[in-house]
C-alpha cells in the first residue's frame, strides 16, 4: 500500500474489528476507513442486510468519493 496514494477503504459484512487489525500495517497519515456489520439480530438476505449495514457495493462508493473529496490536492 506504500506505493499507491489515496484513502483506503475496508468493507467486510463481519465485524468492523476485522479490517482495523489492519491499520498497524498502514503507511503513517495513511486515511483508512472501515466498514462493518456491527450488529445482531437481523434476519434477511444478503444483499438486503449488507445494504442496511451500509457494506454494499453502492456504500463503499460513497465512501470512495467522501475520502477522496477531502484528500489535499496531488503535488504530482
Known sequence: LA??????IAATDYVRAV???VRAWLPEGRRYLTL???????SDTRAALRACFG????AIERAARRQAAVM????E
Open 72 to 75: 489535499p490536492p496531488s503535488t
Open 55 to 58: 457494506v454494499d457495493a453502492a
Open 3 to 8: 506505493a499507491c496514494a489515496g484513502p483506503v
Open 19 to 21: 479490517p482495523e487489525s
Open 36 to 42: 462493518g456489520t456491527d450488529g445482531f439480530g437481523r
